[in-house]
């Protein structure tokens, strides 16, 4: 009551007639405004991840371009996202009536229904920020509200109801569909299209090159944007309608409005050319800001869409439905457009509330840089860190595209593809440190995707912000030659893989949603209330695994100082430091990895066998990521010194991969020895395994420490002890051969320990010829020690 209290001395006098009525209704009454109230509390939830999310299209371009300090576009896209939330009631009516029929669903079913679309979004969302992937909110909304709107309608039909097609409505489904197909395959298309003809007419020299074109390219440019901002910002927004530009006028001017925005913006910018201004800078912060406003009125603000239906349905039910149950009293209010002085009166706050909520939660998330940043490691224009794998789909993709392109290009004559190559020399590009791509291809992103989104809008088409922005950063980063023979199948996959995301939100949404709405149904509130309690517990898991992994995650400022560096002196030295720090952080896991399997068999520790083997597959894809990078730096340095350099450092890499595979071998066996409970290792077995076990250890932790100090003084030595070792351990194997009795019991054991040896000598190996690679890769000296096969 004290919350109404408060409410009251703000509010309209309408509101203290919900207000007053609540004492006066049951308990279930006030579980219900509860929900409400919980409802919106989700949504400031969703919002925050919403932006987390959807980030991509906005910010990418002036962040992956350098083109101003962060907090630079950090203000411009909060200022566009506020203004859009603000000024914009978005895409409202889809959560009142676009999916659901709701004079046919009670009051109860809708409440069921808005919890059901609040939590699946809010879980998915989060999810898909915590692994740092860009997702489509809208999406998430409409297949929401179809998976809960289909499971209380499954229930009308069960009770002999009206049919399906009556209850909701599927052609909007359809459409988002339809939308999803158009979206990525569209904006791919003419993403690469555009950007190629830009990129001739400017080349990466475009201070230079192209001199003429900029004014123009800027009008063009500009134009777009405003068109955009126009269609899908601004219009049919009250001050406009009041100025005399309604939707109608601006829907019978299209060509005059065109025009004459073509005329003044090409005029403005020819002037600030000759100001010396960078047109290309000014063209990436306005179409941040127009990107961010327009995707915040008909994206982000759907998240309050879904709790604003809820309230209202609630408000109708307080004024109107004394006396009759909630689950007979049926939504008819939600069937037109709201009518309510109170609620209509309420909504602007609302608005104005999301805005802040979204500017504050892009100010301060963590998930939405990453998702930005992953985003612009598949369109970087130079080789750098990957963030995928490689995948047998990429790779099929890849050789094909490859023989089409040889195909044509066996066709075209030699003069036109040199002058081709000579427009895409990326060895002139214009990029501050730091930098993905070039302010040309931040621009085109921009201005495309607005354009695409505005084409969209008037051929009401329901593209999708999310994939529209990406799918055109995609098809320019193609075009720009950014995806080279080396970069394409991890870009590739990494494409896939998002797109299979947008699918997969689709599905999970509408299961979700569905399987929600169904416990909301059949527990009632008190299942209502175990929802509420899963995405509490959802939120909490999601946030704790993602600074577990943010703390967890090593960023590589090492290499991203070798890409970048311009000095192939210094590069090698970069690239000496990164080798050797790789090397150690490899050895050191291996050491640690060594002990888990001989101390889990000599103990019997299944746990330590388990912690040995998902450790031996994170060493794995560790070392496979690190090796590529620094493939990637022997490119860079000297070409004579990477050809002096280059045996020593495929020995190390080879033997690194090889002490991997035998831990491996090590580790298998033993797990399963142990797991199954057979017959553990014989006392004088263990007796004798552990003092070798001591000494293998001590040898390989005095490799680490030699490569770890780059003092290799007494390597000689050390590799004769090395030696030594390996001829004690096959000594010791060879002995334990001829003691192998007869006795079934002991054959096992026997022979898991001989593999353990086998595989023990093999380790001693690899590490010698690391360590004799890892000298000659540092300091150019031999150690003096003669080459030789591993002894068996």
């Known amino acids: 009551m004290g919350f109404c209290w408060e409410f009251a001395k703000f509010a309209p006098q309408e509101t203290i007639l919900i207000c007053g009525h609540l004492p006066q209704t049951n308990q279930m009454n006030l579980l219900y405004f509860g929900i409400i109230l919980f409802l919106f509390a989700l949504a400031v939830c969703d919002l925050s991840v919403g932006v987390a999310g ?3 299209p906005f910010m990418s371009p002036g962040m992956g371009s350098k083109a101003a300090k962060f907090k630079v576009l950090l203000a411009v896209a909060a200022l566009g996202v506020f203004v859009g939330a603000a ?64 499971a209380l309608a499954m ?16 052609s909007k489904a359809m459409q988002i569909g339809m939308g999803i197909f158009l979206s990525v395959a569209i904006a791919f298309f003419f993403g690469s299209i555009v950007m190629w003809l830009t990129r001739i007419i400017f080349t990466f020299d475009f201070y230079r090159r192209g001199r003429w074109f900029r004014p123009l390219f800027g009008g063009i440019s500009v134009t777009c944007i405003m068109f955009f901002l126009l269609i899908s910002g601004l219009r049919g927004l009250p001050f406009m309608d009041a100025m005399g530009f309604t939707a109608e006028w601006i829907d019978s001017h299209y060509s005059m ?86 609620f209509n009166a309420m909504k602007p706050f609302f ?12 100010s301060l998330s963590k998930k939405a840089r990453k998702v930005v940043e992953n985003s612009n490691s598949r369109a970087s224009q130079s080789e750098g860190e990957e963030v995928f794998s490689s995948s047998r789909i990429a790779r099929t993709l890849v050789r094909s595209v490859l023989n089409v392109n040889n195909t044509i290009m066996s066709r075209v004559p030699a003069r036109a593809k040199t002058w081709i190559d000579t427009r895409f020399n990326s060895e002139e590009a214009i990029m501050p440190d730091g930098a993905s791509f070039d302010l040309v291809r931040a621009s085109v992103n921009l201005v495309l995707a607005g354009l695409l989104i505005v084409v969209g809008t008037s051929m009401q088409l329901p593209l999708s912000t999310t994939y529209v922005a990406f799918m055109v950063g995609m098809g320019s980063s193609l075009a720009d030659r950014a995806w080279g023979r080396e970069t394409a199948v991890y870009r590739i996959t990494g494409v896939i893989t998002v797109v299979g995301g947008w699918f ?11 399987l929600i709405g169904c416990l909301n149904h059949w527990a009632g509130v008190v299942g209502m209330l175990i929802v509420i309690c899963l995405v509490v517990f959802s939120i909490y898991r999601n946030n704790v695994k993602f600074k577990q992994k943010q703390s967890e995650e090593h960023v590589d400022i090492l290499f991203r100082r070798l890409v970048r560096c311009k000095d192939r002196d210094e590069t090698w030295l970069l690239l000496l430091q990164h080798v050797r720090d790789t090397q150690v952080h490899v050895m050191d896991a291996s050491l640690a990895q060594f002990r888990y399997i001989t101390g889990g068999l000599m103990n019997e520790n299944v746990r330590q066998l388990r912690q040995a083997t998902r450790e031996i ?75 070798l076990c001591n000494k293998i250890e001590q040898y390989v932790q005095h490799t680490i420490d030699f490569v770890r100090s780059g003092d290799f003084t007494n390597v000689t ?14 000594e010791t194997r060879h002995k334990r051969e001829t003691r192998i009795g007869n006795e079934a019991d002991q054959i096992r054991p026997a022979i898991l320990y001989l593999n353990m040896l086998q595989e023990a000598q093999e380790l001693i190996s690899n590490t010698r010829h690391l360590l004799r690679g890892a000298n000659r890769f540092q300091t150019g000296k031999s150690s003096g020690d003669m080459w030789e096969m591993p002894a068996r």
């Open 54 to 56: 959807s980030a991509v």
């Open 87 to 150: 000024t914009s009631d978005g895409m409202m009516d889809v959560a009142r009536h676009g999916i659901m029929q709701p004079q046919h669903f009670s009051f109860e079913d809708v409440i069921c229904i808005c919890l059901a679309v609040t939590a699946t979004d809010i879980i998915l969302m989060d999810f898909f920020n915590t692994i740092g992937l860009p997702t489509s909110t809208t999406v998430s909304m409409v297949f929401g509200l179809m998976g809960g709107s289909s």
């Open 155 to 170: 229930f009308h039909i069960i009770n002999g109801g009206a049919d399906y097609a009556t209850l909701i409505n599927t």
């Open 257 to 342: 409005i065109a025009l004459t925005f073509l005329v003044v913006f090409t005029v403005l910018m020819t002037v600030l050319d000759l100001l010396r201004v960078n047109l290309f800078k000014v063209i990436v912060l306005f179409g941040t800001f127009s990107l961010a406003m327009a995707f915040a009125g008909n994206d982000l603000v759907n998240f309050i869409g879904v709790p604003l239906s809820g309230l209202e349905s609630f408000i109708d039910y307080t004024k109107n439905g004394a006396g009759v149950d909630t689950s007979v009293y049926t939504m008819n209010v939600l069937a037109g457009e709201s009518s309510d002085p109170l």
């Open 351 to 362: 608005l104005v509330g999301s805005g802040v909520v979204m500017v504050v939660a892009l």
């Open 504 to 514: 997969i939100t689709a599905g999970a949404a509408f299961l979700l949603s569905f």
């Open 617 to 691: 597959e994170e060493t794995k894809e560790y070392w496979k990521r690190y090796r590529r990078k620094e493939i990637v730096g022997m490119r860079r340095i000297d070409p004579v010194k990477a050809v002096e350099k280059s045996t020593w450092f495929y020995l190390c890499a080879n033997s690194i991969s090889q002490i991997n595979y035998g831990l491996k071998r090590m580790d298998e066996p033993a797990l399963e020895h142990v797991d199954n409970n057979f017959n553990p290792l014989p006392q004088d077995i263990v007796d004798e395994f552990r003092p």
């Open 717 to 730: 030595e050390h590799l004769v002890n090395g030696n030594a070792l390996k001829k004690e351990i096959s």
